[in-house]
């Protein structure tokens, strides 16, 4: 124990400078720039950075030439000061274009966080209920919960997969059936033809419930066996597919999801209008939807990164789930909370609680290959594992 | 007089009417503002006097932030540096409030809807006036809740006395103060009786102020209602950062209020709402607050030339505190609109019920609206008066 911990605290301490140190001389400059600039807005030094390994972004951000079209956009004299709602068209065009399919197709919105709400606002009510998993990202449970809308939640099964089975006997009588494929925050992915069979079996039990597929980390996917059911969704009134241009495109902060649908389903889903929607956003998922060499490049990344990660727990004998995301489930034996704080102690910030699991399940975000290096001596330190097998 | 004026629009226009690409792209852009369908991007710039916005954009600072902040853009606006958080702060630090009477909002349009979500029922109606902004009641209608339209007054201000009396049994009152789109403001202590006596007389009834023009009045005896926001917990005032900010496109708006409200708000606000560039554009603009006072003193002289301008026509001009003149015309605001709009100047949409008689029109900059005024002279004139209308008054006009 003792023999490991000088290099413990050298990962730990270079974890808390990070936000001045960790990208080298290049960007000491840009960094002090911006530490300054910061002090200005807040009258105060910032505090170090930790890593971020908690909300599933993406640790590169956008592609520079995706950047770049955001700054000749919004320059001086540029267009941040005119509401963009003619901005609009032309992001749905390219996202038409990159699925071969209509505008008539597309609908836009704040983020994904924006299309999940509205479509539990259009194909729910108090008498039409919501199926979700019991364990999935929570958006659509929330918003059902402010409007009224019941919620059938369903267990996950053994293997921390979405019980589809289940998901499809609770289908009946209700007005919506979320199901994020792959599936936060589990990792887990579910091949094409299960996740096209369960369409069909929802439909058969109830012709009249929509299924929405979140694939907001369709990107990431590995797995042979998975299909996205866009094809499906343009032709099926009852199908929607939703996405993001929040992680492997690397735009969080510029909240942008999209999704695609049967023309009528797309009508229904913009009920709210385009109001919420910002031209630094528009600008870059324009730039940014066509490009797949960043996507590939961006995958590539992450799933070295989230090999290195896995292989680490495995080694020191904690079970994840299959990931196929930009972040891993693990079991490490604890509570979430208990390993959380013990983590934020020394720099890194690993995700929320996820009932029912929180008593033993952690969720930790996939950051750069650096990162996760530093990021596995720390949790080393945490979770009691000798050095060697880090 | 009316009569005449419309003869002579008709006598400018074509006989075949609506069909010209100009006006396509206006009536689009409108009702892409109203929430309708995709607009198509206009084929020729045209002066855009349609939408209320700043015709400069954010000032150097924010410009700076917006170009300077990019690195942020992967992380969600709760991580990034600056962060929500910090724009809360600052929003606070400026109004003289606390971070926890402070709500975000994607514009303050999200504030409008969600304000328009907490506090009316089907049983318990939004009051709004006739004209006034929209948004509060396209969200009612989409939620089947009753409106009361209360009319404006000739002068175009609000009629306190009569949306006291509607506002009993009400939800809420939509009080745009100054008034989008007639322009006018009432002065802060008829505000603050108005909700005293909606207070007394109908005490679960919420008001939300909306100030988006807020930093655009010159009437000395305006004031902001966030005061009497911190007072009530069912008073909320909400403002944008989309008008003398220049931040229309980043979609940057906020809600002040008691705190039990605020939790209230970002209950129903979407998570993540406001993006990192807005939030960094709009932190540099919050600490400089000497070029909102220029953009102040920069609209207010192209206000008073614009004023003129429809003044020397024959118009009459509601007393504007804001960044657009509303005009009464004479004419149908289609029918102007498009005849202007074919001579590349848009102006705004519909207003009923005064939309036979009244146009909005944006302020741009200074030879924007020199522009465009020879374009409302030739459309208001007579068709011979050509291009400086302002100074070629008939005497039969008045």
Redesign the interface.
């Known amino acids: 124990m003792s023999a490991r911990r000088p290099r413990e605290e050298a990962a730990v301490s270079c974890t808390r400078r990070a936000f001045v140190t960790a990208v080298g001389l290049g960007g000491a400059g840009l960094l002090a720039a911006r530490r300054q600039a910061w002090a200005a807005l807040t009258g105060s030094a910032p505090p170090p950075r930790p890593l971020l390994l908690h909300n599933n972004e993406n640790p590169v951000g956008p592609d520079p030439a995706v950047l770049e079209a955001v700054r000749s956009a919004l320059g001086s004299g540029g267009r941040a000061g005119r509401y963009c709602f003619e901005d609009v068209g032309p992001l749905h065009q390219a996202i038409a274009e990159r699925f071969g399919v209509t505008p008539e197709n597309v609908v836009t919105g704040c983020g994904s966080t924006q299309i999940l709400r509205a479509a539990v606002q259009v194909f729910t009510s108090p008498a039409r209920p919501l199926v979700a998993g019991q364990m999935t990202y929570e958006e659509c449970a929330s918003y059902a919960d402010l409007i009224g809308t019941p919620l059938r939640a369903v267990a996950l099964d053994r293997a921390l997969q979405l019980d589809l089975e289940a998901m499809a006997a609770a289908a009946k009588g209700a007005g919506m059936v979320f199901l994020n494929n792959p599936n936060n925050p589990t990792g887990t992915v579910l091949s094409g033809d299960a996740v096209g069979a369960f369409i069909e079996r929802v439909h058969s039990v109830a012709p009249e419930c929509v299924v929405l597929i979140d694939e907001a980390y369709h990107d990431y996917v590995t797995d042979p066996s998975h299909r996205t059911q866009a094809p499906r969704a343009v032709k099926d009134p009852r199908v929607v597919v939703a996405r993001t241009f929040s992680k492997a495109h690397g735009m969080a902060g510029l909240r942008v999801g999209y999704a695609l649908g049967h023309p009528d389903t797309v009508k229904a889903l913009a009920w709210e209008g385009r109001n919420a929607l910002n031209i630094a956003g528009l600008v870059a998922a324009t730039a940014s939807i066509g490009d797949q060499a960043h996507l590939d490049r961006e995958k590539a990344r992450n799933t070295e990164a989230r090999r290195f990660t896995i292989d680490w727990f495995a080694r020191a004998r904690f079970k994840s789930a299959d990931s196929q995301t930009n972040f891993v489930f693990v079991d490490v034996g604890r509570p979430a909370k208990e390993f959380r704080d013990a983590c934020k102690e020394q720099g890194v910030l690993v995700a929320r609680d996820f009932p029912p699991l929180e008593r033993s399940h952690v969720r930790i975000s996939v950051g750069t290959l650096e990162e996760m290096k530093r990021a596995v001596a720390v949790f080393a330190n945490v979770l009691g594992v000798r050095a060697k097998a880090a | 007089m009316r009569v005449s004026r419309r003869s002579l629009l008709s006598a400018i226009m074509p006989a075949a009417t609506g069909a010209s690409s100009a006006f396509a792209a206006a009536r ?2 409108e009702a ?5 369908d ?5 084929t020729a710039p045209a002066l ?1 006097l349609d ?1 209320n ?6 000032g ?1 600072a ?2 700076d ?18 962060s929500t958080a ?1 724009l809360r ?2 929003i606070a630090r400026r109004a003289s409030v606390a971070p926890e009477n402070v709500a975000l909002g ?2 303050s ?2 504030i409008l ?1 969600i304000a328009v979500r907490l506090y009316t029922s089907s049983s318990r109606h939004l009051v709004t006036a006739a004209p006034s902004y929209e948004q509060p009641e396209k969200m009612a209608a ?1 939620l089947g809740v009753g409106v009361r339209r209360v009319p404006v007054d000739r002068d175009g201000r609000l009629d306190l006395d009569k949306m006291a009396q509607a506002a009993r049994w009400a939800g809420l009152v939509f009080l745009c103060n100054p008034n989008n789109p007639t322009s006018t403001v009432h002065p802060a202590a008829a505000v603050a009786e108005f909700v005293a006596r909606v207070g007394r007389e109908s005490p679960d009834t919420a008001i939300l102020i909306d100030e988006a023009y807020h930093d655009y009045v010159a009437h000395p005896a305006y004031a902001t209602a966030v005061p009497l926001a911190l007072l009530r917990p069912n008073v909320v005032v909400s403002r944008t950062l ?1 008008k003398a900010y ?6 940057v708006g906020y809600a002040v209020g008691q705190p039990q409200a605020v939790e209230a708000f970002n ?2 606000a ?9 939030v960094a ?1 709009a ?2 603009s919050l ?1 400089d607050p000497a070029h909102i006072e220029a953009e102040r003193g920069r609209n207010a002289h192209a206000r008073a030339f614009t004023t003129r301008v429809f003044t020397n026509l024959g118009c009459r001009v509601m007393d504007a505190q804001t960044n657009f003149v509303f005009v009464e015309t004479g004419c149908p605001a289609a029918e102007f609109r498009e005849a202007c709009a074919r001579r590349g100047v848009l102006v705004g949409r519909e207003f009923p019920p005064l939309d036979k008689t009244h146009a909005r029109v944006s302020i741009g900059t200074i030879e924007e609206m020199q522009q465009a005024s020879a374009v409302f002279g030739e459309v208001l004139g007579s068709a011979r008066s050509g291009a400086a209308g302002a100074s070629r008054l008939s005497g039969g006009r008045r």
Not at chain 2, 32 to 36: E, L, Q
């Open positions: 689009g852009r892409s503002v109203a929430g309708g995709p607009a198509s991007a206009p855009r939408s916005e700043n015709p400069l954009g954010p150097p924010a410009t932030a917006l170009t300077r902040e990019l690195a942020e853009a992967g992380r969600y606006p709760t991580n990034a540096r600056p910090d702060t600052v994607a514009g349009g999200e809807r989409q989309s220049g931040l229309a496109g980043m979609r209950r129903w979407m998570k993540y709402n406001t993006n990192t560039l807005a554009a932190l540099a600490e």
